[in-house]
């Protein structure tokens, strides 16, 4: 067996603190390391944020742009449609106001011929009023004839008479 003397132990001693030393020293590097990759990291993932933002805020822009001008177009569109509409529907009521001015005219000529005709109807109508109220006495004078040689004779003198009548006046029917 051996022996273990106090250099051994000291020597063990010796190592473990050199060891730890260097445990120590390497800790510390890798946490320099560590900290300079997490602040490159951080560096890195600000200036990644930062790029994505400015993608993110012109894109954003952009897409305001197309949409305002989208709008825009739109509206024009709309307006222009709506202006067409309006135009087709003046064009309509003024068809209709002309067509409906030509059947009032229309209308009017003919309710204004009907009383033209009207009148003359009422015109007849009260020249004839002298003649049906002579009809009873015309009836009454014809039932008093007792038979039809009787209203032969009658025929023949009125006839008659208008001839002569006729000639006197010089072959003139003019009153």
């Known amino acids: 067996m051996t022996t273990v003397t106090s250099n051994d132990i000291q020597e063990l ?19 320099e390391e560590t900290r300079e990759q997490m602040t490159s990291l951080r560096e890195d993932t600000r200036e990644q944020m930062t790029s994505l933002r400015e993608e993110t805020r012109e894109q954003m822009t952009s897409l305001r742009e197309e949409t305002r001008e989208q ?13 067409t509409l309006k135009e087709d529907n003046r064009q309509q009521i003024e068809t209709l106001r002309e067509e409906n001015n030509k059947q009032f005219i229309n ?6 011929e009907v009383k033209i005709i009207t009148a003359k109807i009422e015109g007849t109508i009260q020249s004839q009023a002298v003649l049906t109220q002579k009809i009873p006495d015309l009836i009454e004078k014809v039932g008093k004839l007792k038979n039809w040689k009787q209203i032969a004779i009658v ?9 002569i009548t006729w000639f006197i006046r010089g072959g003139n029917l003019k009153p």
């Not at 473990?16 to 946490?31: G, T």
């Not at 209308?107 to 204004?112: D, N, V």
Request: charged share 30%; glycine share 0%.
């Open 13 to 31: 001693k010796d190592l473990l603190s050199a060891m730890r030393q260097e445990n120590r020293e390497q800790m510390i590097s890798l946490r």
């Open 71 to 83: 709008m825009t177009s739109l509206r024009e569109d709309t307006r222009k449609q709506m202006d």
């Open 107 to 112: 209308l009017h000529k003919e309710i204004t």
């Open 155 to 163: 025929a023949i003198t009125a006839f008659t008479s208008t001839t």
